[in-house]
């Protein structure tokens, strides 16, 4: 899953009894699951709220007489074990008891649902604009068990037959093809799907509802693309450009794996309410705000060409081959996450994907190591209700870099041929973290035990400096620093401001200090090519040299090299906002990359909004603005995601006079410059009018309350405050994303520090109410402004017993960021 790379994940606990992994460990002794057939009803979903379903699992049993259970979270209404009736009424806490099994077995149980709102497993979501209605599924990780019963644990893989009964007017889809349509006697179509191959259950999924769908054929495969149908005229615009995408990942991964996709079908759905996408197996979801409103930014089509290439990673490993247990989740997120990055940059024409992920995830993961929530990337996890709990930039952007740094560390060619080993000899089956490791390692000719500890199980971020002739490697901890494989890259001035690349010299490190030998240059990079996940510190002279004239390093990656680290000194205090800002304003000045212009010129605007002093805000923000009006004089590409940065820094008349002259035809830009000037003091409520009449985007309504929120007054954020925490209406993914920024402004500091002790109110009434609530309402909406009062405050609920892992994390890592950005602004000591 994903979402900023999240898939989807529904929720955190929801009531009943999260099974554990001495369970899970037990019953996989006991039984093994041949095949589920289920029958779901979702008629009653077209104007209600209830979804039926019939399971009919058959499994065997290894200890005949013994006794187990089923989950099934929804209400049992009759349940069968073998032709002997069991009451319904003995189903308690998510758990049906399943007395004196026979050596075969099968097991029949009805049960209905009707707890479709919550985002739970199951959504049912009315479009606002034409009062259709949407149904679908996200199992991750235990609810499939909230739709049909089933022993919901990954290493009971098992074939699945879906039968689905919906409305006429429906389109359903599921893992597989379905091989008839039919009409019932009682009104509505009956949809027969092909059986599956073995799957864990919580890869697999119903959608429903009035889809709009196209279809290509691309190579071995049947591609579908569905939306709503208020959202058609965006699929249309970008179906090309997914269905080109989805013909790449299939052939690049297909080879490079050693095992093509094996089913012909490969379908993906957009669909609402969703925050992120989810791996299920032939039929990946993703939530619609991937269907950009308005003409999508290079950077926007980067990001969900990432999101799919992520989704469709895990149909090899996740959905092929699945973790034993959720303590190997992160490795499923951070394999998904370096295969899509490295298919982008193989495979498609986002060849810069490197240097994009540099610029900006991967900063997301170094900024959470070096506070209090980080933690190992392994971790134990004793019961399903913490498998999420450290689904963060650690798993999936600090666990691609670890899987980067094993690919150098290894040789790209020994972990590729491991990886071939890995697939054919563990398809359909399930896997622990030393199945990978063990086959990487025999493939390389190294023991790798000692680099798997020294990466997967300690926290925090090693530093390499460099001062002459030896390069010096600090753990985070006190403790020795983990093995490194790096490049120095070396440099020399060339006269006219440019910068010759001299040599790279490889280097493997072992313990503190490591003897190099560096030709003769001016400027030496330490981890040029970004192949370790360090803070890289250079010796001096090249420091000076690097945040002045990166703009001519020739390579991209080793620009992003140059710009992430002048953030990384920024944010741990060593350099000044003015500075680390020049840095990479500098670089946009010649920057002709497009992957990382945009990714750059959010961080311009990053420091100069959040690690700026108040009273330099303007002032740097104009610098920004500047910036991003001469790259969208420029016609291309780049040119929305420019604007979007002119509006969202714009300062002077000039500034608001270049917008207005493209805001017209433009209405994504049109929205955002209505915002900037609310903020200013400039609000319309005229232009909010004639702007929702403009815009066709079924969410509208979201971008008006967008603009108000921008204001500064206490009746503005008000009215915010309610759509997010009374109201709760506030779609996820960008539109959050947005509101949320137009919200926290430090300029606005006075109207908004009372909004910060409400926020710690809000947090228990939250707290185990879904990802949403936690990644968005609680993680995202962490306060940008603050004083000591609300950071004690905050840091004291966290530490609080029985507090939930998730928000725990949440809300160290937002009082970690708030305190590195209120020292910059000079606001704290
Ligand atoms: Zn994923």
């Not at 081959?321 to 998904?336: G, I, R, S, Y």
Request: charged share 25%.
């Amino acid at each position: 899953m994903v979402g900023r790379y999240r898939d989807h994940v529904t929720a955190i606990s929801d009531g009943p009894l999260s099974l554990t992994m001495t369970e899970a460990e037990e019953r996989f002794a006991l039984i093994d699951v041949e095949r589920y057939d289920v029958a779901v009803d979702l008629r009653g979903l077209f104007e209600g709220e209830v979804l039926e379903a019939t399971s009919t699992a058959t499994f065997r049993c290894h200890r005949p007489g013994a006794s187990t259970f089923v989950d099934c979270t929804g209400e049992v209404t009759h349940a069968t074990l073998n032709g002997v009736e069991l009451d319904p009424a003995t189903a308690s806490d998510g758990r049906l008891p399943l007395p004196d099994l026979r050596a075969d077995n099968v097991l029949v149980v009805s049960s209905r649902q009707t707890d479709t709102a919550s985002g739970h497993g199951i959504q049912r979501t009315v479009d606002a604009s034409d009062k259709l209605v949407y149904i679908w599924t996200s199992f991750e990780p235990d609810h499939a068990r909230r739709a049909f019963a089933n022993f919901d644990q990954p290493d009971l893989k098992a074939v699945h037959a879906f039968t689905v009964s919906a409305p006429d007017t429906w389109t359903v889809t599921s893992n597989s093809a379905h091989t008839a349509v039919d009409h019932l006697p009682d009104g509505g179509r009956v949809w027969r799907f092909a059986d599956t191959p073995r799957l864990s259950t919580y890869v697999t999924v119903f959608n429903a509802g009035p889809f709009y769908e196209i279809r290509e054929r691309r190579g071995d495969h049947d591609l579908g693309l569905y939306c709503r149908q208020s959202l058609k005229h965006l699929l249309d615009r970008d179906a090309a450009e997914l269905f080109e995408l989805t013909e790449q990942g299939l052939a690049w991964f297909g080879d490079k794996f050693g095992a093509p996709f094996p089913q012909e079908k490969y379908d993906q759905v957009f669909v609402p309410d969703m925050g992120g996408a989810m791996e299920n197996w032939g039929c990946v979801t993703y939530g619609d705000g991937l269907l950009y409103r308005s003409t999508p930014t290079h950077s926007q089509r980067l990001t969900l060409a990432s999101i799919l290439l992520h989704e469709m990673a895990h149909m090899w490993f996740g959905d092929l081959v699945t973790m034993k247990w959720w303590n190997d989740l992160w490795l499923n997120e951070a394999f998904a996450t370096w295969a899509s990055t490295w298919a982008a940059v193989g495979a498609t024409k986002y060849r810069d994907g490197w240097a994009t992920s540099l610029a900006g995830g991967k900063l997301e993961g170094y900024r959470v190591d070096m506070g209090p929530a980080s933690h190992p990337i392994r971790g134990e996890v004793p019961d399903v209700s913490q498998a999420m709990a450290n689904f963060d930039a650690i798993s999936y952007q600090k666990g691609q870099a670890v899987l980067k740094q094993l690919s150098a560390y290894v040789g790209e060619e020994a972990f590729l041929a491991g990886l071939q080993v890995y697939f054919r000899d563990h398809a359909w089956g399930n896997t622990r973290l030393e199945d990978l490791i063990g086959v990487v390692g025999a493939a390389a000719g190294e023991d790798l035990s000692s680099w798997e500890s020294a990466w997967l199980d300690r926290a925090g971020t090693d530093t390499l400096s460099l001062e002459g002739g030896t390069l010096t490697a600090t753990g985070p901890d006190g403790d020795p620093p983990r093995p490194h494989r790096l490049d120095i890259g070396c440099y020399a001035e060339d006269g006219d401001g440019g910068l010759r690349h001299v040599a790279d010299v490889a280097v493997r490190t072992d313990g503190a200090e490591t003897a190099v030998t560096l030709p003769d240059s001016d400027l030496r990079i330490v981890n040029d090519h970004d192949l370790t996940f360090a803070a890289a510190r250079t010796d001096r002279a090249s420091l000076d040299l690097m945040l002045r004239r990166a703009g001519a390093l020739p390579d991209a990656v080793s620009r992003a090299l140059t710009v992430a680290t002048a953030y990384d000194m920024l944010v741990k205090g060593e350099l000044s906002s003015d500075d680390a800002l020049t840095c990479v304003l500098g670089v946009l000045e010649t920057e002709k990359v497009t992957g990382v212009v945009e990714p750059f010129l959010r961080l311009a605007s990053l420091i100069a909004g959040y690690y700026t002093p108040v009273d330099r805000l303007a002032e740097q923000r104009s610098r920004v603005a500047d910036r991003a009006a001469a790259i969208a004089q420029a016609e291309g590409e780049l040119q929305q995601g420019a604007l979007y940065a002119l509006a969202s820094n714009a300062t002077t008349p000039e500034h608001f006079a270049q917008l207005d002259k493209v805001a017209a035809d433009n209405i994504g830009l049109a929205w955002r410059v209505a915002a900037s000037r609310a903020a200013r003091g400039e609000y319309d409520p005229e232009v909010v009018e004639q702007l929702l009449e403009r815009d066709p985007d079924p969410d509208a309504a979201m971008s008006g309350l967008i603009v108000r929120a921008s204001r500064n007054l206490p009746e503005a954020k008000e009215e915010a405050w309610h759509a997010l925490y009374v109201d709760q209406s506030v779609p996820a993914g960008l539109v959050l994303g947005t509101l949320i920024q137009a919200f926290w402004r430090p300029e606005q500091r006075e109207v908004l520090i009372p909004f910060t002790a409400r926020y710690l109110e809000e947090i228990p009434k939250l707290a185990g109410g879904g990802m949403l609530k936690v990644f968005g309402l609680i993680g995202g909406m962490f306060p940008g402004v603050g004083d000591q009062e609300f950071l004690d405050a905050a840091t004291a609920m966290a530490r609080s017993e029985g507090v939930d892992p998730t928000v725990r994390a949440a809300l160290l890592g937002g009082v970690n960021t708030l305190v590195r950005g209120l020292r910059a602004r000079g606001e704290l000591a």
